[in-house]
C-alpha cells in the first residue's frame, strides 16, 4: 500500500491564502443604479462635489447675527426653505430656517425652535436662547465629505447604505465586477432523484440542492449548470471540461479523494487546471480539491458528504469566489462563540463541528453522527473550527451557514 503524502500546507488558512493568491477579479460591466445591489464595485467612486454642499442648518429654529441675541425680540423678516437658495440675513433680523435649509449669508448662528417664542412676526429671546454659541446648529460645508474624496472602495459590496451614497454623489452607473458564471457537478453511481424510491444502497442526491440554496444567497452568481455525473472516467473528463470551458467557477461534490473511483482529480488536470489544494488537515473535508483553470477560473473539488459539502462550501469556496467577483475582503470576520457545552473529543485535525446558537454569545455542540448525518446539520446556525489536539468547548472561531 502506498503511503500518503503528507499534507502540503499544515493549516486551513494557510490554504485558503495560497487559493486566493492564485485569483483575479473577472471583468466589469456599468450597471444602473438599481440593478447594482449587491455586486462589488469594481473602481473607487469619488465625491462630486462636498457633503454638505454648503452650510447648512442641523436643527429648525431661526438664523441671527450674535448680537441680536442681546435683544429680547428680533422681528422674523423671512424663512429660509429647504431645496432653495437662501436670502442674506438682514441685519438685526432673523430668517426662520429648517433642518437641511442653506445658511443664510450673515447668519451666525441658529437658534433652535424650542429656545423661542414666535408672535407678530417676531420672536422673542429665552434664556437658553441667549447661551447660544457661535457657529450652534451649523453642518458646514464639506464636514461630512470633501470633494473628490473616496465615498465607496473599490472592492466594497454594494449594500443599501453604500448605494445610498452612490446615489448621493451622482454614480447612477457605476462599475461593477460581473456576475460569475457557476456550474455544479454532482458524481455518483448511488445517487438517485429526490423523487425516486431508492433502494438500501442508493441515496437521494441532496448536494445539488444545498450548492443550489447555497447560490441563491450571493447575487453575484448566475447558476448556468446543474447536472449528475455518472462514475465513469470518459464522463467526468468531457463534464469537467465543458464546464471549465464556459464557467468562471466549478463547484463539484464527490469523486475526489484518492480511490480507484475517484476522477475527479486527473479530469481537472485534463481540462488544463493548475491544482492548488488537494487534501487538507481538516475533519470534515479532508479531500478538498482546489484548482485554477487556463482561464483563471475557480474549480473546487467538495467531498460527497453533506456535511463535508457545506463546510467546505462556506470555509473555502465562498472566500474563493468573493475574490473572483471582485471582493476586497473575502475573507469574512470570523466571530467567535464560546462552547459552553463542549465535549473532552481531540483530534489531530482541525475540526469543523456543527454548532447551535445561544444566548450571549454562547453556542452549544450539535450531536453528529458523521459527515453524512443530515439532520444534526438541519438543527444547527453554523460551525466551529477547533485546532487539533484541543478539547472543543471555550471561544472558538465560527462560521455561521449562508
Not at 73 to 100: C, D, H, M, N, Y
Not at 218 to 229: G, Y
Not at 315 to 332: C, I, N, T, W, Y
Amino acid at each position: 500500500m502506498a503511503a500518503v503524502a503528507p499534507f502540503q500546507y499544515e493549516t486551513p488558512q494557510l490554504a485558503l491564502d495560497a487559493i486566493l493568491d492564485a485569483l483575479s477579479p473577472v471583468g466589469t460591466e456599468e450597471l444602473p443604479l438599481e440593478q447594482a445591489g449587491g455586486r462589488f464595485i469594481a473602481q473607487d467612486v469619488v465625491a462630486d462635489r462636498p457633503s454638505p454642499a454648503c452650510d447648512v442648518s442641523a436643527m429648525d429654529g431661526y438664523a441671527l447675527r450674535m448680537a441680536d441675541l442681546a435683544h429680547t425680540e428680533v422681528e422674523v423678516a423671512g424663512e429660509a426653505l429647504i431645496g432653495r437658495e437662501s436670502p442674506e440675513l438682514p441685519q438685526g433680523k432673523a430668517l426662520r430656517i429648517f433642518t437641511g435649509s442653506m445658511v443664510p449669508p450673515g447668519t451666525e448662528t441658529i437658534v433652535i425652535r424650542e429656545h423661542v417664542q414666535e408672535q407678530d412676526g417676531k420672536i422673542i429671546l429665552s434664556e437658553d436662547a441667549r447661551k447660544t454659541r457661535p457657529g450652534m446648529h451649523i453642518r458646514r460645508q464639506g464636514e461630512n465629505t470633501a470633494k473628490s474624496s473616496t465615498v465607496v472602495k473599490k472592492g466594497s459590496s454594494i449594500t443599501p447604505a453604500s448605494i445610498s451614497a452612490l446615489a448621493g454623489f451622482g454614480k447612477a452607473k457605476p462599475v461593477v465586477c460581473r456576475k460569475l458564471r457557476v456550474s455544479v457537478l454532482v458524481t455518483g453511481d448511488e445517487l438517485l432523484d429526490v423523487t425516486d424510491r431508492p433502494d438500501p444502497w442508493q441515496l437521494r442526491e441532496s448536494n445539488s440542492y444545498t450548492l443550489r440554496a447555497f447560490l441563491s444567497r450571493l447575487p453575484w452568481v448566475e447558476l448556468i449548470r446543474c447536472a449528475v455525473v455518472r462514475d465513469n472516467p470518459h464522463q467526468t473528463d468531457a463534464a469537467v471540461a465543458r464546464a471549465v470551458s464556459d464557467s468562471d467557477v466549478l463547484l463539484m461534490s464527490g469523486g475526489v479523494s484518492m480511490g480507484q473511483r475517484d476522477f475527479v482529480p486527473e479530469a481537472v488536470k485534463k481540462a488544463g487546471c493548475r491544482v492548488i489544494v488537494h487534501r487538507l488537515p481538516v475533519k470534515p473535508g479532508k479531500p478538498v480539491l482546489a484548482a485554477v483553470g487556463p482561464g483563471g477560473q475557480l474549480v473546487m473539488g467538495l467531498p460527497g458528504n453533506p456535511v463535508s459539502v457545506m463546510v467546505s462550501a462556506h470555509r473555502f469556496a465562498l472566500p474563493a469566489m468573493k475574490k473572483l467577483a471582485g471582493s476586497s475582503e473575502p475573507v469574512q470576520r470570523t466571530a467567535a462563540v464560546d462552547l459552553q457545552q463542549g465535549d473532552e473529543k481531540l483530534l489531530k485535525l482541525w475540526w469543523y463541528r456543527p454548532v447551535r446558537l445561544t444566548r450571549g454569545g454562547t453556542a452549544e455542540l450539535i450531536r453528529s453522527k458523521g459527515s453524512g448525518d443530515l439532520v444534526s446539520v438541519a438543527e444547527s446556525d453554523g460551525f466551529v473550527e477547533v485546532p487539533p489536539g484541543e478539547y472543543s468547548r471555550g471561544w472558538l472561531s465560527y462560521y455561521p451557514w449562508l
